[in-house]
């Protein structure tokens, strides 16, 4: 009795190494991603935890129900894993100055403008409620707007942005009040502001060109 009851826990542990086996080579076949790996290794871990549960008197449905439950698990927090790259924003850089932007098209042969260059900008100035209040696309405005890197032609923010970008490059920059129009806003004399004193701005802007100013 106690040889049939070794040699069937023995081909049941050989049942469970062979599909933990299969399993982990089909694994392995995918790319190596952390989704595969995460999955890899929760199924190891739920077919080792089910070996040792495994008694002489499981039948085969037992068996066969506690690999499926680990299969499902595995699956689960494989499908949870890939979701979390798919959620991420793009990465928030700062200048020294202090606007916050997102590159939102990259450009990486490019050249950064230098002070004192003449740079071609398109843009879209929006107040932080999305409502746009200047674009060069808009009516009346030629494509591009250009101006020197460091002059007094646009806000202290979209100087300071544009400097730390790539040609080709477009960012969409998030721009303070003291380095926009501070305490002031653009008002009319009736009190009416197109852009309200303390106001943070957000802006869209692709790097067209640069280049030496001529002497």
């Keep these: 009795t106690k040889d049939k009851a070794k040699s069937k826990s023995t081909i049941s542990n050989q049942t469970l190494s062979h599909i933990s086996y299969r399993i982990s080579q089909a694994a392995l076949m995918q790319p190596k991603t952390m989704v595969s790996k995460v999955a890899l290794?929760?199924?190891?871990f739920c077919m080792a935890t089910s070996a040792n549960a495994f008694s002489i008197n499981s039948d085969r449905r037992t068996f066969m129900n506690k690999i499926t439950s680990a299969t499902t698990a595995a699956v689960g927090i494989a499908s949870t894993a890939a979701v979390a790259p798919a959620l991420a924003g793009p990465e928030i850089l700062n200048t020294e100055n202090g606007v916050k932007y997102a590159v939102t098209k990259p450009s990486e042969k490019g050249a950064y403008p230098?002070?004192?260059?003449?740079?071609?900008?398109?843009?879209?100035?929006?107040?932080?409620n999305g409502q746009i209040f200047d674009a060069t696309h808009g009516e009346g405005k030629k494509n591009a707007l250009l101006f020197k890197i460091g002059s007094t032609a646009v806000i202290p923010g979209l100087n300071d942005v544009v400097?730390?970008?790539?040609?080709?490059?477009?960012?969409?920059?998030?721009?303070?009040?003291?380095?926009?129009?501070?305490?002031?806003?653009?008002?009319?004399?009736?009190g009416e502001c197109l852009i309200k004193p303390g106001s943070t701005l957000v802006y869209d802007v692709l790097l067209k060109k640069t280049s030496i100013p001529p002497p």
């Design 114 to 128: 230098q002070a004192g260059d003449i740079v071609a900008i398109e843009y879209t100035g929006y107040l932080v």
């Design 41 to 44: 290794v929760t199924l190891v």
């Design 163 to 190: 400097a730390n970008m790539r040609v080709g490059q477009k960012v969409q920059a998030i721009i303070p009040p003291t380095m926009a129009f501070g305490d002031e806003g653009i008002c009319l004399e009736n």
